[in-house]
């Protein structure tokens, strides 16, 4: 089956830069989606299709790929931005997969 | 304005059934799928199933094959997708989320989610 792998925490100051990893085998073939989730909260879509944002969502949030990994970007971290946030694709042989999740602390 | 209404907690027995239900409104139903996504307590997400209700077809996970149904009912102004797991275990302790999707495989609205305790 398809595995998605990401860092378990990533720390980061108020303002500073947070950089969220994806790893996947022929990542860079398939679209990329991230999700934040605040505790006791539905998903939220914050990236669609490796780098798009959709309507409503912060420009600090941006999303890349490269090669076999894709990286979610939050600049000027906000308190309100402590969050589990997953990336997701799809996968021919696996069908829809998320990955294994990040926690986001703002120190 | 999409809307993605889920029915309450559930709590059930183990080898019994659980069936929630999404009821759906604000769009234009057949243009977009309906998935259902579950969260263990302290867990990831895992993807359980789609349904399409352009021509009603269905797609389970590997995993749940076997033990999950999902369905759909329609009326004038909503659509209820339901999603019926049976043979339950404690391990399908959860929160149960439906989330529309679309032909891009992105999910970008979900439902509030339905806690479903199995426990004896």
């Known amino acids: 089956s398809y595995v998605l792998t990401q860092p378990p925490s990533v720390s980061v100051a108020p303002g500073q830069t947070a950089k969220i990893s994806c790893g996947g085998n022929?990542?860079?073939?398939?679209?990329v989606q991230w999700y934040q989730q605040k505790p006791g909260q539905a998903p939220v879509l914050v990236v669609y299709d490796d780098s798009d944002r959709p309507s409503g969502i912060p420009e600090r949030f941006s999303g890349s790929k490269s090669g076999n990994t894709a990286t979610l970007t939050i600049s000027r971290v906000e308190a309100g931005d402590e969050a589990d946030y997953y990336c997701?694709?799809?996968?021919?042989?696996?069908?829809?997969?998320f990955g294994t999740g990040s926690k986001v602390t703002v120190l | 304005q999409v809307h993605l209404v889920q029915s309450g907690a559930e709590v059930k027995k183990p080898g019994g059934s659980v069936k929630v239900s999404c009821e759906a409104s604000?769009?234009?139903?057949?243009?977009?799928?309906l998935h259902w996504v579950r969260q263990a307590p302290g867990q990831g997400l895992e993807w359980m199933g789609i349904?399409?209700?352009?021509?009603?077809?269905?797609?389970?996970a590997q995993k749940f094959q076997g033990r999950v149904i999902i369905t759909m009912t329609r009326d004038t102004s909503t659509s209820t997708v339901y999603m019926e797991l049976s043979g339950l275990r404690s391990e399908d302790t959860a929160v149960y989320y439906c989330?529309?999707?679309?032909?891009?495989?992105?999910?970008?609205?979900w439902g509030q989610g339905t806690l479903v305790t199995v426990s004896s």
């Open positions: 989330a529309r999707g679309s032909t891009s495989p992105q999910f970008d609205f």
């Open positions: 997701q694709v799809w996968d021919s042989s696996s069908d829809y997969v």
């Open positions: 604000g769009f234009t139903f057949t243009n977009y799928y």
């Open positions: 022929d990542l860079g073939t398939k679209s």
């Open positions: 349904y399409n209700p352009s021509g009603g077809f269905t797609n389970y």
